[in-house]
């Protein structure tokens, strides 16, 4: 089992930046080998903002390219977003995805979210 924590969200001003944090936790954390961060705005469907594999380079969402970065711990324990030139449609509920290697059942696990809002 993995847990993760994310923190960092808050109300910004277009043009802003915000960090955020994803702290795992659990038994299972060795065996992590992605993390990602999606988000999810009113009436929208969940969707991938960026995401790293371990040793790997990352992938980001068209929408996110140029503006976010994604980074990790050494021991992929710990996630960062930070995003810069932030937008009103950044605003949405920010969820960090932690997938285990594939000999596990259970692979995918998720944080509660943190708000980003956006606004003047």
């Known amino acids: 089992q993995v847990q993760l924590v994310e923190s960092g969200g808050g109300l910004v001003q277009p043009g802003g930046s915000l960090r955020l944090s994803c702290a795992a936790s659990?038994?299972?954390?060795?065996?992590?080998?992605?993390m990602g961060w999606y988000r999810q705005a009113p009436g929208k469907e969940r969707e991938l903002v960026a995401l790293?594999?371990?040793?790997?380079?990352?992938t980001y969402a068209d929408s996110a390219r140029g503006r976010f970065a994604i980074s990790v711990d050494s021991a992929m324990n710990a996630a960062y977003l930070q995003m810069s030139s932030l937008k009103p449609e950044d605003t949405a509920l920010y969820f960090c995805?932690?997938?285990?290697?594939?000999?596990?059942?259970?692979?995918?696990?998720w944080g509660q979210g943190t708000q980003v809002t956006v606004s003047s």
């Open positions: 995805n932690a997938r285990l290697i594939p000999v596990f059942q259970e692979r995918d696990f």
């Open positions: 790293i594999t371990r040793g790997g380079t990352p």
């Open positions: 659990g038994g299972s954390i060795f065996a992590i080998n992605v």
